[in-house]
């Protein structure tokens, strides 16, 4: 047990769309990104996907739905098999909860990050 510090971690590493794992909570994986521009369109089959804002603001695109704008302080599920892509105009800083060995990119062409461990 021990604390974290978000912005600590965040500051490790200047990649976007690339998370990394600080923390493990039951059989999820807790982890800090930066995201600018925008993923590709994508869903979860056995997942809902979850992020948390820590500053900035990012939209939420839903498959034929008006787009989300989600800031700093707010969260957002996506329930699964939902097909959606976040994106940022400027950089912004999210916490997302995802299932061990679950694939950021969903079942989208794009290639999984690796998720290290900060």
Do not use: C, Q
Request: aromatic letters at 8%; a negative charge.
């Amino acid at each position: 047990m021990k604390t974290i510090n978000l912005a600590e971690k965040l500051a490790t590493f200047a990649s976007h769309w690339d998370p990394h794992v600080v923390a493990d909570y039951n059989d999820n994986d807790v982890m800090v990104v930066k995201f600018k521009g925008e993923f590709p369109f994508h869903k979860h089959d056995a997942t809902d996907d979850f992020f948390l804002v820590l500053e900035g603001e990012m939209l939420m695109d839903i498959e034929g739905e008006p787009s989300r704008t989600v800031k700093a302080g707010e969260m957002f599920i996506v329930p699964k098999g939902v097909v959606h892509r976040p994106r940022a105009e400027e950089e912004v800083k999210v916490l997302l909860i995802e299932p061990k060995g679950e694939p950021n990119s969903g079942d989208a062409d794009r290639e999984p990050a690796p998720k290290p461990r900060i």
